[in-house]
């Protein structure tokens, strides 16, 4: 891959998670996977990988479900 393709993607990557932590905030809820790629436009996988990535990273915090996985912002308390 070229250069300046490679830069196209990483920013195109931090377009993403910028879009995704607004999600997030906005919200007020966890959010789906699902509901990251509808709002996102992206593929489930994309968004998967996505939302996963900001986990490792510590941005987010990911919760297991029976169904699942939903996505949190750090320290949201929701009662």
């Not at 906005?26 to 709002?39: E, L, N, R």
């Not at 996505?50 to 510590?58: A, T």
Request: glycine letters at 8%.
């Amino acid at each position: 891959m070229k250069k300046q393709n490679m830069q196209s993607c990483k920013l195109v990557g931090e377009e993403n998670e910028k879009k995704a932590l607004s999600l997030l905030e906005t919200s007020g809820m966890p959010i789906s996977i699902g509901f990251v790629a509808y709002h996102l436009k992206v593929t489930w996988q994309t968004a998967r990988g996505l939302l996963l990535k900001m986990s490792l990273d510590g941005k987010i915090k990911a919760l297991q479900t029976s169904k699942g996985y939903l996505f949190e912002l750090k320290g949201a308390n929701h009662n």
